[in-house]
């Protein structure tokens, strides 16, 4: 098994490279992305759902808000339910303890965390819990829709590095992406105050 690892053909390691470069990527665009010189990201088209009173804190009170700010029909597994948030977010929510040290939420120190009966989805993309920051979605993630265009396509450089003894390979890839909206906002977000 190790061998096998150690002498990975140069194709497999630039497939592996350049998939993880673009994958994150992709990524970025998709969750925060403006709408007009990139894709609308899944928080740029999210509706408002709940404010936060503080600047650096979330209550449960909020997240069963923003829960209810969905319309019931939406809240369903078959529409991929759920939470969006970073792990610096789900790292927030395990630590918040009642005022006799209990922590409130035994849900989210699972090995698959929920809330609620509903799964998290991590996203590093998604802002930390800061002033005016949005860190946390709920909705059904099923109507944010993904277009790739042609799929991946990877060019070789030769002569343009020849001189060096090198060789380049560039990624190209075409996507968009928005919510699907029948005018009930099945995403919803909670920002900061």
């Not at 999210?46 to 909020?62: F, I, L, N, S």
């Not at 709920?138 to 990877?154: P, S, T």
């Amino acid at each position: 098994e190790f061998r096998r690892v150690l002498f990975r053909s140069l194709e497999q390691i630039i497939s592996e490279l350049m998939g993880e470069r673009l994958g994150r990527y992709i990524n970025a665009q998709l969750t925060t992305g403006v709408g007009t010189t990139a894709p609308s990201g899944v928080v740029t088209g999210a509706y408002a759902g709940v404010t936060a009173a503080a600047q650096a804190a979330v209550t449960p009170d909020e997240l069963l808000s923003l829960l209810h700010s969905v319309d019931p029909s939406y809240r369903d597994a078959a529409y991929n339910c759920g939470w969006m948030f970073k792990d610096a977010t789900l790292l927030a929510l395990k630590q918040v303890k009642d005022g006799q040290g209990r922590y409130l939420f035994p849900e989210l120190r699972l090995p698959e965390p929920r809330h609620e009966g509903f799964p998290v989805f991590i996203n590093q993309q998604m802002a930390t819990i800061a002033h005016s920051a949005v860190p946390i979605l709920f909705g059904a993630f099923r109507k944010y829709k993904v277009r790739i265009v042609n799929g991946i396509r990877v060019r070789r450089l030769v002569e343009r590095y020849a001189d060096l003894d090198q060789e380049a390979f560039v990624g190209y890839i075409r996507f968009d992406g928005g919510i699907h909206d029948a005018g009930t906002h099945p995403i919803k977000k909670l920002t900061m105050a």
